[in-house]
């Protein structure tokens, strides 16, 4: 993950208790775990008829 | 072969932009004449794809980024608290470049490796290597915003059609990325060659800033070397373009229509220290009184195709182009032998006069070609293939083995495409052809003078689809006066005959100076009209009396492609990069696999991306996977920009055209973005963008802390059955996206 500071915090932490920790931040069937992708779109400037 | 004493190096360049997949045909023609009349040392250049290949370098990417992080700092957006519409093209750069800068820099070479190489044939490889490469083109154009090179254009904040601007655009070096290109990679070249005489090829808008740029640059390096421009583009402006004060700085001449003979009068004149006074179609500066003074010469005759030799590629880096097999471009005839379409402009960039080769010379340059850059692959390169060349090319390559797989443009002919000639097509080698079907409106065909029904079109096409060639139609949107109902009856045509047609290159209407519906506007009930201050204009606005407005003509231009994407296979989701890359889906036709079992490839890739399911379980977080939290939804972002107003202040690679008075609509139509918390991801594998909540990220976090989903599961153990189901879910959506791997 290139998100430096996110690396930084997990480090240190001790997977028994992280695990703990989690299960309790998570609370699981009350997460909004919504995913948008982005569908790449073509415009007139982008359908060049003359490309190869 | 003429054999000239004295040594005379010419460099003929094709500036960038132009397409990366294949070389383009003009400049290999004009090296090819020159040599067979003497002139040995004539050098090719293709800047474009050097510039494609530089950019995308994981230097030039990591340069890109820094550039970036300094001229377009995130936190620098929506200090108002909300979004502006004038400040969503730069949010949305530097968005992208905050969470996909390290990926696109680690991964590109790879991804360049797999479009060039045998891994390019698997859709689960090529197509997110694809994406990178387009995501890397965003970066680099970030770095120069608000430019924007993208693998079918070049735009910078400026209009094409106003010298004064063009000319700032060509010193511009903080915006204009091809400045340091060519001081760093192409002028050292070319300083220590010494060119006497360097040409420069402008087919496209897209090139005229770019090739303007380079010709300033060469002039200052190379003060005696003579600089002279032609091609299609220039073939419709360069008349205004010469007497625009200043071009004298970057051109020393222009060449109207097809180049060979007037370029070797020129190498010949240039050579001899002669007057360039009698050179046929050649405009000139004469700078003999200390001063340019501009010179338009009458226009001159176009050579005997047939005489014509076969084209050198020779010193083209064939190993850059974007794809794992040479296509080779090769022009059958010049000029359209039906020339009455009342849209068309052809005649005006190609010249007078129709002129084709016989089939016996076709194929011997085919062949030769084929045998020295190895390739059985080739693009006819027609306007419109002559119904007699229709029969007596299939005949000519299968009589010969020539064993050539090929596509090109094509004319509706029903008397030529019957079930048996198109059974002889295919035997020959042909596996893709692009029709003009323009509209399914009987009324609109008339006015456009196209001289064939849908009817005959939908016959040609199902006879060639049933030889086993893919058909693509050409189809427009907006000609005067067409309603909203006619636009949708042509979408509903095409929509029934899916089964026929594979691809449609769909165009919004324009009108440029040269074609029958600008030179007579009343008989088509329009208006045109003028921007005064445009001295390069080639396009123009108008107001038609009937049927659709421009901008209601944009609005249904994005409703038929969105239905189009919805019903051809080729279309859907990210397939659509093989219809963007027109030969990259021939190259698989070229193989032999059949148009409906590429189709069903493409089906089948599109309904796996749509599953929410995983097989599985030991997903965690890619090993480069960038994410940053954004505080405006980037896909708002994205849908704003998608506005067809938003996207009509941008030049299109046709108009090149900048209308800046739309800022001001746009911004008032579209409104603002409000602030809404949200998370960008970013994996090198996926190259999607993708938007979670604050939740995903903390889920995200929670497997980056536990090392994969089966063991967050394990930590879960009292969760309920909807929340572990969520999590499925989340977490296929995720791999497909490339944020979540498989750890084994």
């Known amino acids: 993950m290139s998100d430096k500071q996110d690396q930084d915090s997990q480090t240190s932490s001790k997977p028994a208790e992280k695990l703990e920790t989690l299960a309790e931040k998570l609370k699981l069937g009350k997460l909004d775990l919504k995913v948008e992708e982005v569908e790449e779109r073509i415009s007139p400037s982008e359908t060049n008829v003359f490309d190869k | ?744």
């Open chain 2, 1 to 744: 072969m003429i054999q000239k004493s004295a040594a005379f190096p010419i460099s003929l360049i094709f500036p960038p932009q132009g397409h990366f997949t294949q070389p383009y045909l003009a400049l290999p023609c004009l090296k090819a004449w020159l040599e067979q009349h003497g002139f040995g040392e004539v050098d090719l250049i293709d800047a474009s794809i050097e510039a494609y290949d530089h950019f995308l370098s994981p230097d030039e990417l990591s340069w890109a980024a820094d550039r970036v992080r300094e001229r377009l700092p995130l936190d620098s957006f929506g200090k108002s608290g909300e979004l502006s519409f004038d400040e969503l093209e730069g949010y949305r750069a530097a968005a992208e470049s905050a969470v996909s800068a390290d990926a696109l820099i680690s991964g590109i070479e790879s991804a360049k490796r797999v479009v060039r190489g045998e891994e390019f044939y698997s859709p689960d490889a090529y197509l997110p290597a694809m994406r990178s490469v387009y995501h890397g083109l965003r970066l680099y154009s970030a770095a120069h915003f608000p430019s924007q090179l993208t693998p079918h254009n070049f735009t910078m904040r400026c209009a094409n059609d106003r010298s004064e601007e063009v000319l700032a655009a060509t010193l511009n070096e903080d915006e204009n990325p091809f400045i340091r290109f060519f001081r760093e990679r192409v002028l050292p070249g070319l300083v220590e060659r010494q060119p006497r005489l360097v040409g420069l090829s402008v087919i496209y808008g897209s090139q005229l800033i770019p090739a303007l740029t380079l010709g300033r640059m060469l002039k200052a390096a190379l003060p005696d070397c003579h600089v002279t421009a032609g091609g299609g583009f220039l073939a419709y402006i360069g008349k205004k373009l010469l007497a625009a004060p200043g071009i004298d700085a970057c051109l020393d001449s222009l060449i109207f229509h097809e180049g060979e003979a007037p370029m070797l009068a020129l190498a010949n004149a240039l050579q001899a220290g002669e007057s360039l006074g009698t050179i046929g179609s050649l405009d000139w500066y004469d700078r003999s009184s200390g001063s340019a003074v501009r010179v338009e010469n009458p226009q001159g005759h176009p050579i005997r195709l047939e005489d014509a030799p076969t084209p050198s590629f020779d010193g083209l880096p064939f190993e850059k182009y974007f794809t794992p097999e040479v296509v080779i471009p090769y022009d059958i005839n010049r000029g359209c032998y039906y020339g009455e379409c009342a849209f068309c402009t052809l005649p005006t960039v190609i010249g007078p006069g129709y002129r084709t080769r016989s089939a016996k010379r076709i194929v011997d340059h085919v062949t030769e070609l084929s045998e020295k850059l190895g390739t059985k692959n080739v693009n006819f390169i027609t306007d419109c293939m002559p119904p007699g060349m229709i029969a007596d090319l299939p005949n000519e390559l299968i009589e010969r083995k020539a064993d050539l797989r090929w596509w090109c443009d094509a004319r509706v002919e029903p008397k030529a495409y019957t079930p048996e000639g198109a059974r002889n097509l295919y035997a020959a080698g042909c596996r893709k052809l692009l029709f003009g079907f323009e509209t399914a409106t009987p009324r609109l065909l008339k006015l456009m003078k196209k001289g064939q029904s849908a009817r005959a079109t939908l016959d040609v096409a199902r006879n060639c689809t049933n030889a086993g060639i893919s058909v693509t139609f050409y189809a427009m949107v907006g000609f005067p006066s067409e309603t909203r109902e006619e636009a949708r009856a042509t979408l509903d045509f095409i929509r029934d005959n899916s089964d026929v047609v594979r691809e449609v290159s769909l165009q919004t209407f324009h009108i440029d100076e040269v074609a029958q519906t600008y030179k007579d506007a009343e008989a088509f009930g329009i208006e045109i009209l003028d921007d005064e201050h445009a001295d390069l204009q080639l396009y123009h606005d108008y107001i038609s009396e009937s049927g659709m407005t421009q901008t209601e003509s944009a609005e249904m231009f994005e409703e038929m492609m969105a239905a189009f994407r919805e019903h051809l296979p080729l279309f859907s989701g990210d397939n659509i990069y093989y219809f963007m890359n027109k030969s990259h889906y021939f190259l698989h036709l070229a193989r032999d696999v059949a148009p409906d079992e590429f189709v069903e490839l493409c089906r089948a890739r599109t309904e796996r991306r749509q599953s929410n399911a995983t097989t599985h379980t030991d997903l965690a977080p890619a090993q480069d996977l960038g994410v940053a939290t954004l505080r405006f939804r980037y896909t708002d972002v994205i849908r704003a920009l998608a506005h067809p107003l938003a996207r009509a202040v941008r030049p299109d690679f046709l108009t090149g055209r900048y209308v800046e008075d739309l800022v001001a609509r746009a911004d008032a139509e579209i409104g603002t973005i409000k602030p809404v918390e949200n998370v960008l991801a970013y994996s090198s594998r996926g190259a999607e963008y993708t938007e979670l909540t604050p939740d995903g990220k903390q889920v995200l976090d929670a497997l980056s802390e536990v090392g994969s989903l089966d063991l967050l599961f394990d930590s879960l153990a009292g969760a309920d059955e909807r929340g572990r189901a969520d999590l499925v879910r989340f977490a296929a959506r995720l791999e497909r996206a490339g944020v979540l791997n498989p750890t084994r």
